[in-house]
């Protein structure tokens, strides 16, 4: 199993452009989380996902968008890239609402 | 929304047992109480979880008194391989599983020495 896996793994854009970053899980778990972490904070959490079709905006959703059309996939998208959203995006997984988060290695993102 | 207060750093010797104290003064009725384990460079990796008294599992202890207003980590015997940021994580699941209150603190930035 891979687990939760997150491409690219580093990234820059420039103000203004727009991407997606990605996030799969083949553990058919049906909660999943995109979080951004600043450096030397702690987590926050942007979007997550209780299921296929289900979406709801965590504590910082401004400036980002998400959809979940199957289990496995919980794209992440930037529409207009601003400085403010240079950080280290965690996705993460689990089964059920309690329990473990399985944590991908991290999208680090720069924007000038 | 319960908010977490944890030690900024601590440091300890290989074979030390450490303890990380989180404070958790509005914890609600349903939170539960998770902990993680971060290394640079990597996502947070769970280390335990748990909801009152004690619980243990192979790699730590959690230690939750009865009016869970704050929970004990408890590394044994550490080395120098769990030098690491571990955070604290309170929360709990609303109806419908809203998981809105997934709110992470700074964390503990642990550092063992030979």
């Known amino acids: 199993n891979a687990g939760v896996t997150q491409t690219p793994k580093f990234r820059i854009l420039k103000i203004g452009q727009s991407m997606t970053l990605q996030c799969t899980q083949d553990?058919?778990?049906?909660?999943m989380y995109w979080y951004r972490q600043d450096p030397g904070m702690g987590l926050k959490l942007i979007y997550y996902?209780?299921?296929?079709?289900?979406?709801d905006k965590g504590e910082v959703p401004n400036g980002y968008n998400v959809s979940r059309s199957t289990t496995e996939d919980f794209p992440l998208r930037l529409e207009l890239a601003a400085p403010s959203q240079t950080s280290v995006y965690f996705c993460?997984?689990?089964?059920?609402?309690?329990?473990?988060?399985?944590f991908g290695d991290g999208t680090r993102l720069s924007i000038l | 929304l319960a908010k977490t207060t944890q030690p900024i750093s601590m440091d300890s010797y290989e074979g030390q047992e450490v303890n990380i104290t989180c404070s958790h003064n509005?914890?609600?009725?349903?939170?539960?109480i998770t902990w993680y384990q971060q290394f640079p460079s990597q996502g947070p990796r769970f280390i335990i979880q748990?909801?009152?008294t004690k619980v243990t599992n192979e790699v730590a202890s959690l230690f939750i008194p009865a009016d869970r207003k704050s929970s004990t980590l408890s590394l044994p015997r550490v080395s120098l391989s769990d030098t690491a940021v571990y955070y604290c994580?309170?929360?709990?699941?609303?109806?419908?599983?809203?998981?809105?209150?997934?709110?992470f603190g700074k964390g503990t930035k642990l550092s063992v020495k030979p």
């Open positions: 993460a997984s689990r089964q059920g609402a309690r329990g473990a988060q399985h």
């Open positions: 553990m058919n778990h049906n909660y």
């Open positions: 996902s209780v299921g296929a079709g289900i979406t």
């Open positions: 509005n914890i609600a009725t349903n939170d539960y």
């Open positions: 748990g909801y009152k």
């Open positions: 994580l309170v929360a709990g699941v609303n109806y419908g599983g809203s998981q809105g209150n997934l709110i």
